[in-house]
């Protein structure tokens, strides 16, 4: 059974009731800015949280560093039949499923709703937290490389009929473009592509958070070590950054790399385990790892790479600066704006090699890059993005527009002058 809004909580009653929703939970950035979102609330509203499983909070908040409070959260399980991508990713038709039962059976009894990640339809206006473009295959036709020619989306009559019965590129406009809504974006980049893309001006954007303190840990660094972090999915191009240092391993330079994702059955990770396995004597896999093994991890190493094209934000990006790992990132997307430094940023692998090598033989520089970028970004430390994020929620719902109607009646939205 669908949990009650009105229905009483062992925390403040009085409290208004808020639907929260992201389709799908699994390990990423979108899972963490969720966490750190129901946190950000948890004490102004009294919070359904709808997903298409079942949410381990434990777990959730050991990995993000968040402090969600399970006792503050009702959860609305919305299975669904689509399934999902091999990678584990949704799909835009499994999208479409959750968001036909969301509509049918939890929004219409809930005033205020918000979506936290990319736009969901609630049939009502309703905040929009938008993380990244793959909600429209438009967009990530345009925006994002997806890796391997092999990995990339092929255009078939299965895909034009997926795409079809799912949310495209209308429904998106349809839904961002209210006049009563609210959207957020995580980066100037997705503000800057929200406004070229749909029109929209003045976008407030509220950056990812992190939860490190800038990096205390006293552990001598090893000079040759480089991190990488993220889901194991094409878009991120884990192969780019095999071959990178692959190459200037080659040439000279004795470089290790450490990985921090999770590996599943899907062909993309067969594909890069195939890569790693004749170089386990220098690339390292421990996993998915616990928030205290991670540190550990990062503790170690000098260097950070990301390689995903047109990143929305990059918070591995962040964390990698936060931890002392001077990251080298592609020269487009969000990334740019936690790492503005040139000499960091890259065009192509050769671009990548060469400016890696010249750090290499630079450790001033790097060192000082170092200290440069670890307080740069505590700027998105997750005690900014809580009080960003609740401020914003709360203006959104009590001050800028009334509601005028009863709970499961269509509502209509006014602008409070």
């Known amino acids: 059974?669908?949990?009650?809004?009105?229905?009483?909580?062992?925390?403040?009653?009085?409290?208004?009731?808020?639907?929260?929703?992201?389709?799908?939970?699994?390990?990423?950035?979108a899972e963490a800015i969720t966490a750190w979102t129901l946190q950000a609330l948890q004490r102004d509203f009294r919070i359904t949280f709808a997903t298409a499983a079942g949410v381990d909070w434990v777990a959730l908040n050991q990995a993000y560093g968040s402090a969600v409070d399970p006792q503050r959260i009702q959860v609305a399980v919305l299975e669904t039949a689509a399934r999902l991508t091999p990678e584990g990713k949704?799909?835009?038709?499994?999208?479409?499923?959750?968001?036909?039962r969301l509509i049918e059976e939890v929004a219409p009894r809930f005033d205020r709703c918000?979506?936290?990640?990319?736009?969901?339809?609630?049939?009502?206006?309703?905040?929009?937290?938008i993380g990244d473009f793959t909600f429209s295959e438009r967009m990530t036709k345009q925006l994002y490389s997806l890796g391997e020619e092999k990995f990339r989306p092929k255009s078939s009559l299965v895909r034009r009929v997926t795409n079809a019965s799912g949310k495209n590129h209308a429904d998106s406009t349809r839904i961002l473009q209210n006049p009563y809504g609210q959207v957020i974006a995580n980066s100037d980049w997705t503000a800057d592509m929200l406004k070229w893309e749909y029109?929209?001006?003045?976008?407030?954007?509220?950056?990812?958070?992190?939860?490190?303190?800038?990096?205390?840990?006293?552990?001598?660094?090893?000079?040759?070590?480089?991190?990488?972090?993220?889901?194991?999915?094409?878009e991120?191009?884990?192969?780019?950054?095999?071959?990178?240092?692959?190459?200037?391993?080659?040439?000279?330079?004795?470089?290790?790399?450490?990985?921090l994702g999770v590996f599943d059955d899907s062909p993309y990770s067969n594909f890069i385990r195939s890569l790693i396995e004749p170089r386990h004597n220098w690339i390292f896999v421990p996993g998915f790892v616990s928030q205290g093994n991670k540190l550990n991890y990062l503790a170690e190493a000098s260097f950070g790479i990301h390689a995903c094209d047109?990143?929305?934000?990059?918070?591995?990006?962040?964390?990698?600066a936060a931890h002392g790992c001077v990251p080298f990132v592609p020269a487009s997307g969000g990334s740019r704006e936690i790492v503005p430094m040139?000499?960091?940023?890259?065009?192509?692998?050769?671009?990548?090699?060469?400016?890696?090598?010249?750090?290499?033989?630079?450790?001033?520089?790097?060192?000082?890059?170092?200290?440069?970028?670890?307080?740069?970004?505590?700027?998105?430390?997750?005690?900014?993005?809580?009080?960003?994020?609740?401020?914003?929620?709360?203006?959104?719902?009590?001050?800028?527009?009334?509601?005028?109607g009863r709970r499961g009646a269509q509502l209509d939205y006014m602008t409070v002058d």
Not at 90 to 100: D, G, L, S
Not at 212 to 224: A, E, F, I, L, M
Not at 236 to 259: C, H, M, N, Q
Request: aromatic share 8%.
């Open 1 to 29: 059974m669908l949990p009650d809004p009105a229905q009483t909580q062992e925390e403040p009653t009085d409290l208004p009731p808020l639907l929260v929703a992201n389709p799908w939970m699994e390990r990423g950035g």
């Open 90 to 100: 949704a799909t835009i038709q499994q999208r479409a499923a959750f968001e036909k």
């Open 114 to 129: 918000m979506s936290a990640y990319n736009p969901l339809d609630f049939g009502r206006p309703a905040i929009q937290s």
């Open 199 to 234: 029109g929209l001006h003045d976008v407030p954007v509220i950056a990812p958070p992190h939860d490190s303190d800038g990096g205390t840990s006293d552990r001598v660094k090893n000079p040759r070590r480089f991190a990488c972090m993220g889901r194991v999915s094409p």
């Open 236 to 259: 991120k191009r884990w192969e780019v950054v095999i071959r990178v240092l692959s190459d200037l391993r080659a040439a000279g330079y004795p470089l290790e790399l450490t990985f």
């Open 310 to 320: 047109n990143e929305a934000f990059g918070m591995a990006v962040a964390e990698l």
């Open 342 to 404: 040139p000499e960091l940023q890259f065009r192509d692998e050769q671009d990548a090699k060469v400016k890696i090598a010249a750090l290499l033989q630079n450790e001033e520089r790097a060192g000082d890059l170092r200290q440069i970028l670890s307080k740069r970004v505590q700027r998105y430390q997750g005690a900014e993005f809580v009080e960003r994020m609740r401020d914003l929620v709360v203006s959104f719902f009590e001050s800028r527009y009334a509601v005028a």
